[in-house]
């Protein structure tokens, strides 16, 4: 694992995020975005995959989800599926996260927004790379569900990265193909 890898951590926020009318919510977990999340945050080498919802219910099902892959037939049947899950940090809010991170890292993260939307001041994935290679800072990188980041989540933010961009006006990946290739042009390969 790289040292860039190591000092990034993302987080999946269930709230506060949008609706479709934009009032902001709480939105539920997904079976498939603690798999896929956390399998691509292993695959790039992220430190930590943090799913933040506040509802007890939603930390019931997260709860049952990664014990069968950690300590369930899941975990004889598909160790590197284990392996995977064993990031994943759930979280009741995004002030817990960041406290645990700083606890871990010894530093506040800078906290990275992202969107769908563009929004000013929004840094480019190169210029992101290159912090993230050079500046020794932790990164925590926050996703939201539902319609995106409700804009108190933007309101903390100390940046926000670019959209994602298409060739066609069309503009609303599932938040699991959002971070994979949020991860592979931060962290990939070049």
Known sequence: MSETACRLDIALLHHPV???????????????????????ARTYGVGRYYLATPYEDQHELVAQIIGHWQEGHGAAYNPARKEALAIISPAYSLD???????ARRGAKPLLVATSARSCAGAVGYREMRDQLEHDRHPVLLLFGTAHG?????????????????????????????????VLDRLLGER
């Open 96 to 102: 817990e996260i960041v406290a645990d991170v700083q």
């Open 18 to 40: 949008l609706n479709k009318a934009g009032e902001t919510i709480g939105s539920a977990v997904t079976n498939l975005d603690l798999h896929d999340l956390a399998r691509a």
């Open 149 to 181: 980041l409700a804009p108190a989540c933007f309101a903390r933010a100390d940046t926000v990265l670019e959209p994602i961009r298409g060739r066609s006006p069309y503009n609303h990946l599932s938040v699991r193909s959002a971070v994979a290739i």
